[in-house]
């Protein structure tokens, strides 16, 4: 069914100037506007790597779940999730890292509440996204009525 080693590619496209919004694609999709953030100098009005940060990881997550649900016929209404990032500089060696990702899961119309919340969970170990960082995460599950 799947043929690995899975590649995607994307572009990015962009002028000189710590304010210069940029494009990013993939394909034939519509471009995603990037800017730097303004805690940088930058002009805050796109969507920052932070912001594309938290959403793969948070995407590829309720993708494995989505996949997961279908093979075990399991169903829900809907799935939410709410991410946060954290950034913060290493002192001793003058870098930059993302630190920790904190992503809020909430489910309702679970069709089985407990087999949703472990394929929930089988979701998360199993997330190539988040598998590839090394960013700390945590995580809180919610299943609703």
Not at 7 to 29: D, M, P, Y
Not at 72 to 88: G, H, P, Q, Y
């Amino acid at each position: 069914m799947f043929n690995f080693p899975f590649k995607t590619t994307i572009t990015a496209f962009s002028t000189s100037g710590v304010e210069t919004k940029w494009t990013t694609q993939s394909n034939s999709l519509p471009p995603i506007t990037c800017s730097i953030p303004p805690e940088f100098q930058g002009a805050g009005e796109a969507y920052t790597p932070e912001h594309l940060f938290a959403m793969a990881v948070t995407n590829c997550i309720i993708a494995m779940f989505k996949v997961l649900c279908s093979k075990s016929n399991l169903t829900f209404k809907n799935i939410n999730a709410e991410a946060t990032v954290s950034l913060d500089k290493d002192q001793a060696n003058n870098i930059l890292s993302l630190t920790e990702i904190f992503i809020r899961l909430n489910v309702t119309g679970a069709s089985d509440k407990e087999l949703i919340k472990q394929t929930l969970d089988n979701a998360i170990k199993s997330c190539p996204v988040g598998n590839s960082i090394k960013t700390g995460k945590t995580f809180q599950i919610n299943i609703k009525d």
